[in-house]
């Protein structure tokens, strides 16, 4: 916590545990001794002070009566809704989802809606995160990790709700046979009641309907007009755009369904923002404004093109609400004692002289950009981050091309290996080559992409686990890289890199899961002095993020490494250490997550760009002043958003450059009008799109009863 101006800072937030706080400070006697006098003690492993949370709203009166003479405190308070949460009856209660259920302890809860033989054949943790889901009123994040079953989990809970049917399926165009494959298998329904959308003119009048994301954005007036209140949302990390077009399709019918299960083992890829169309579509009365979810858990920043939400913050306290509230998260290591070990490990390859050349030039374009756009403003900044995404896409292709004889030359080294294996890689060109190569060789193998057609390619998967002879399967990370299953195989090479962390662990995970017997071995092929040195350093940089977020601090605090010495380099590559690779805390086997240094950040090419539209504004509500003397509400439903108004009257002051920010403001206290007449900077409201003084701002914005973004 750092002084700033005339006023000093207290930062709380909400730890992992749920029942206390983090109180981060600056060292004045009369804070610490308050700090004291409510059983507060210093933690050095997080360097905060740690309160008790039944002691914590006493504090915060203390804090506001404190005499500090001339200098101010500004209290950045943990917002009032997840007080208010925090003292719900359910919210210390042991989470059913972490326990262990026999088929008899389920079978009590539902009764005769259940197939017996389905929930004999379930997992004891399976059959927890259904008693979970049931708890929990059928709306759900199951974000279990890759390979622990959450298609029949959420069958099972989708059956225990068939009253309410009919069901409404919603997966990737790849993976609609493979779902009406299960609900055949572990509901017994019969075929003729199963729909499976392939156009407008399919009809959505059966008892389930299988729909991708892909036509649902298309199918926006069918999808009104249908009456699901049972929907699965599988890969649910496709909503993560809100102005993408499935989105605005579907987000509707999320609200409108009684029962609604996102399943996604990564729903947030690369930043914590990523989950807030997921949460919004579960709980749209808890998590109503994009913004005040930034503010506080992803460190956004007021620009001028409006907010940016790249970072993150509070991540405790965020794993705490979601853990309590919506989602269901076990890994395998806590589940599965029996399943072998991941093990990751970095394989250097030689890149090819010819398209080096000419990468090398584009990386030199690309770094001199990079330093221009510090200096360039409005339109000019914009038009400078296209350009610097043309030329991230055209190196990111090269990198592929002076990857592919080192590639090549490992593959064959891998072949004297007994064993089957998995090869992903990215695009069509290093696909063929590798295609051609095995060919050549004529080693049986089979070949999943983007062309596939998608009843073939449960075949394919088939003919992999079941052919002894077929020892290689060639697959595209975007399109294999979910919902099959291929543990067959104990080695996982990535021929290329992808840029979110969550599709590379996807991937991964097609042969660590249930079934897999041996040990799994994952390489990845990184080429010095191409534009993998930078995405490698920032997949390690968002994976930290994801997994704070995602698991809580617990599993995410960094732990002293000894210098490893096992680099993993091919035959043709340097015998020294490649220059572009520094010496830093790298490590080469990772069992958990990748875990390297951070990085720069760096533009990042988005899948879902060509999906994007513009964003409607948000809906206004009003937001009424929360009290203690309110009654604690029934249900976590009633909660309203935790719009912050300290962070954004800072936002806006720091925005128009006022000389003197500091002010004396709490969690209840509304934003001040800024007494700034000499800075005639013009602003609009993202609300009624009307432009006021950018002094005058935080009052307007409040007038229009929520906050969304905020344009200079």
Known sequence: MARTGEGLHVHAALRADGCSASISCSFRRPIIQALRAHRGYFDRTCRAWVVPLAQYRALLIQFERLDLGPERLMIKAIPDVVLRLTEHPDWQRQATQHQSFSATELLAITGTRLPRRLVHKMMPYQRAGVACAIERGGRVLWS?????????????????????????????????????????????????????????????????TILSYDLARNLHEHLTSADFQVIIADESHYLKNGKAARTKALMPLLHKAKRVLLLSGTPALSRPIELYQQLHALAPRLFRSEVAFGIRYCNSQLTAFGWRHDGSCNQDELHCVLERLVMIRRVKAAVLTDLPPKTRQEVYVQADPAPLRALKAIMQKRKALERQLASLHGSQRAQGERALQALTTEAYGLTGEAKIKGCLRY??????????????????????????????????????????????????????????????????????????????????????????????????????????????????????????????????RKAKIVQRAMAGASTTQPKPEEPSNKRAHTNQAHGNKPRSQPDDDRCNEQHDHLDLAEQPDVLVVDEDSGDKENEASPPRHRQEPVTEAQEAPRSFEDFDDWTDAVAVAEAVEQRVGLPNPARKLTQSSPPAAVEASEFQIQAVCPLCTQSVLAAQLPLHVQSCEDVAWLEQ
Request: proline share 3%.
């Open 144 to 208: 279990d990790e890759m390979g622990l079953g959450k298609t029949v989990s959420s069958l099972a809970t989708a059956a225990y709700y068939q009253a309410e049917w009919p069901l409404l399926v919603v997966c990737p165009s790849s993976l609609k046979l493979t779902w009406h494959h299960e609900i055949c298998k572990w509901l017994q329904i019969d075929e003729s009641a199963i729909g499976v959308v392939s156009s407008k003119k399919s009809p959505m009048n059966k008892l389930v």
């Open 411 to 540: 593959l064959e080294d891998l072949m004297n290996h007994d064993g089957k294996l998995l090869i992903f890689a990215h695009h069509k060109t290093l696909l063929d080559e590798l295609a051609t190569f095995l060919c050549q060789r004529q080693l049986r193998h089979i070949r999943i992409d983007g062309s596939t057609p998608t009843h073939l390619r449960q075949q394919l998967c088939n003919s992999f686990q079941d052919d002894v002879l077929c020892r290689v399967a060639v697959l595209s990370i975007t399109t294999a890289g979910t919902g099959l299953t291929l543990h067959a195989a104990n080695t996982v090479v990535f021929a290329e890199l992808y840029w979110n962390p969550g599709h590379l662990y996807q991937a991964e995970d097609r042969a660590h899961r249930v079934g897999q017997r041996h040990n799994v071995n994952v390489r990845y092929l990184l080429c010095p002095g191409t534009l993998d040195d930078v995405m490698w350093s920032q997949l390690q």
